[in-house]
Nanobody, 120 residues
Framework: QVQLVESGGGLVQAGGSLRLSCAAS????????MAWYRQAPGKQRELVAA???????DYADSVRGRFTISRDNAKNTGDLQMNGLKPEDTAVYYC??????????????WGQGTQVTVSS
């Protein structure tokens, strides 16, 4: 079975940094696009950053220049480096990946989410 597990969330002060990691495991043939989403209290879930298998990236305007998404295709992992954190970055962050299992077509998977809290 395919599983995505996030780690690295926590409580930090404004201006601090966190590095979130997403590890994919299971019967994986390939991982296509990977992304990080977040959902803040009282808000809709939004795309934070995305990266293709070829390394192209896209960022939400609110995080561009502060966050960096990366992936390691050999390890089936992805990271989100978050610098200059602001209180408005507080949210549950979710790893998302489109994964093709052996013998199956691609299918989207979500991690369980990890809490990021930024204090003022």
């Amino acid at each position: 079975q395919v599983q995505l597990v996030e780690s690295g969330g926590g409580l930090v002060q404004a201006g601090g940094s966190l590095r979130l990691s997403c590890a994919a495991s299971g019967n994986i043939f390939s991982i296509n696009a990977m992304a990080w989403y977040r959902q803040a209290p009282g808000k809709q879930r939004e795309l934070v950053a995305a990266i293709t298998n070829g390394g192209s990236t896209d960022y939400a305007d609110s995080v561009r220049g502060r966050f960096t998404i990366s992936r390691d295709n050999a390890k089936n992992t992805g990271d989100l480096q978050m610098n200059g954190l602001k209180p408005e970055d507080t949210a549950v962050y979710y790893c998302y990946a489109v994964i093709r299992k052996y013998g199956e077509s691609s299918y989207p998977y979500w991690g369980q989410g990890t809490q990021v809290t930024v204090s003022s």
